[in-house]
């Protein structure tokens, strides 16, 4: 089960050297001028959960091995990217292919990094990006929409359902706001996705600040938090020049090179972790003394869906979750304590699983 998140932004706010920083390598070059990404890079980053660490240790597990988050670094869109300008169809492709989007904005003064306009303004940055992806979806569902009435008309009923949903999606566009705000039933949710709307997409700000904001950020900043406030969105701060300079450290001098710039952790941490409840994620364990792993699923999944994350043959022939809460877990010190404590559940088809359940499935081959 791969979770993909875009990096988009306009160009030089910093998209292509955070995705270096988040997967640890070079592979997205960076560089000062607009449309050095081409390509849409693409890294697989482990999600940071204390959780994990710690239930390895009380079950003395050999290997760790953390849930993952797949990440794009696409290419710098402008203004008339809808049109096509600046390879834009290529780019607006790219993203439509994600499940939600890190919207980089740069929130830093640098007389030496070219913006595109001229000036520093993040909201208008982001106004920008966003009327792009619109103006997009517009063109897209408008051209669709004369078929599907046309259908619907015809008695057709599936038509007339998402003849009713792409109206309502085409009047908040005409509007100037965002498909994502359309009001849908939980019923028709695998229809509106299906329309693959690139502002459908829940959106994560990353507020690319110079290296004495990376803690609390500054009034560009503060400015795009009030924006994402007001959408319902979310916003996190980060250097992405420090997050850079940390990622190609050895693991023994990060912590002194945090500890140096005033920071508890690396802001990609929370880049990561905000992103992986963007999606509406949610994370349960494997323990062993082989390994502890964490696996990812999608908030409201049952046992036997969450069986098959781990193999098909999991789902196909599930009996019973042999489940352990993690609180319970630790607090009773692991599987036998859990027991011993009346805190070991045999759980059925119908469960629900819950974040940081520790789980062992039995099944029929």
């Given amino acids: 089960m791969g979770f993909k998140c875009g990096i988009v932004g306009l160009p030089n706010v910093g998209k292509s050297t955070l995705f270096n920083a988040l997967t640890q390598t070079s592979a997205a070059q960076a560089a000062n001028y607009p449309f050095c990404t081409i390509e849409p890079n693409v890294g697989d ?105 046309k259908k619907a008309k015809q008695g057709d009923k599936e038509s007339k359902e998402l003849a009713g949903l792409m109206s309502r999606a085409l009047e908040l566009l005409r509007e100037g706001k965002p498909a994502r705000l359309v009001e849908r039933s939980h019923e028709e949710e695998t229809m509106f996705r299906g329309l693959g709307l690139l502002s459908s997409k829940p959106v994560l700000y990353v507020c690319n600040v110079e290296e004495a904001s990376a803690d609390k950020g500054n009034a560009f900043s503060d400015r795009v938090k009030a924006f994402a406030a007001k959408e319902g969105n979310r916003a996190v701060v980060v250097s992405a020049k420090i997050e850079s300079e940390i990622a190609v450290l050895p693991p023994a001098d990060q912590k002194d090179y945090l500890d140096a710039v005033g920071l508890s952790e690396p802001g990609l941490n929370r880049v990561i972790r905000e992103g992986y409840a963007l999606l509406g994620l949610l994370t349960y364990f494997t323990v062993g003394p082989k390994e502890a792993r964490a696996w990812t699923i999608t908030k409201g999944t049952r046992a036997p869906a969450a069986a098959g994350v781990i193999h098909t043959d999991f789902e196909k022939g599930f009996i019973r979750a042999e489940t352990i809460a993690y609180g319970d877990y630790v607090t009773n010190k692991g599987e036998a304590g859990a027991r011993d404590a009346g805190k070991f559940r045999l759980e059925g088809k119908e469960y629900v699983v819950a974040d940081g359940d520790v789980m062992h499935f039995r099944f029929n081959t």
Avoid at 93 to 120: L, M, P, Q, W, Y
């Fill in 45 to 149: 980053v482990g999600v940071p959960d204390e959780r994990l660490d710690t239930l390895a240790g009380i079950a003395g597990s050999a290997q760790i091995i953390p849930t993952r988050l797949t990440f794009v670094d696409i290419a710098g869109l402008v203004k008339g990217a809808s049109k096509g300008e600046g390879l834009g169809n290529q780019f607006l492709a790219n993203i439509r292919e994600t499940d939600a989007i890190a919207h980089v904005v740069r929130c830093f003064e640098d007389g030496d990094i070219t913006h595109v306009s001229g000036k520093v303004d993040p909201v208008a940055d982001i106004e920008t990006i966003e009327t792009e992806l619109m103006l997009a979806d517009l063109d897209s569902l408008e051209k669709r929409f004369v078929n599907t009435e």
